[in-house]
Nanobody, 121 residues
Framework: QVQLVESGGGLVQAGGSLRLSCAASGSIRSINTMGWYRQAPGKQRELVARITSGGSTNYADSIKGRFTISRDSAKNTVFLQMSSLKPEDTAVYYC???????????????WGKGTLVTVSS
């Protein structure tokens, strides 16, 4: 069974930092893009950052210069280093990965269950 498990969320004061991790496990053949999305209460899920298998990254404008995405391909893990956190960064953060698993010929999107990040003012 393939799964993505996030960790590292929690409560932090404004201006603080957190590091999120997401590990993919199961019968994984290959992973293309990995990324982080977030969903704040009453809002739609939005892209935060993503990174390709080649290391190319893109970020949402709202977090540029404050968050950094990275991955350890050998461990099927993606990270999100978040700094200078603001109350508006409060959300459930979801890990996403485009993976080819098992005997499937094509990659499919997989999602973690999310980890809550709360930034107090």
């Amino acid at each position: 069974q393939v799964q993505l498990v996030e960790s590292g969320g929690g409560l932090v004061q404004a201006g603080g930092s957190l590091r999120l991790s997401c590990a993919a496990s199961g019968s994984i053949r290959s992973i293309n893009t990995m990324g982080w999305y977030r969903q704040a209460p009453g809002k739609q899920r939005e892209l935060v950052a993503r990174i390709t298998s080649g290391g190319s990254t893109n970020y949402a404008d709202s977090i540029k210069g404050r968050f950094t995405i990275s991955r350890d391909s050998a461990k099927n893990t993606v990270f999100l280093q978040m700094s200078s956190l603001k109350p508006e960064d409060t959300a459930v953060y979801y890990c996403n990965a485009d993976m080819r698993v098992g005997l499937n010929l094509y990659a499919t999107d997989y999602w973690g269950k999310g980890t809550l990040v709360t930034v107090s003012s």
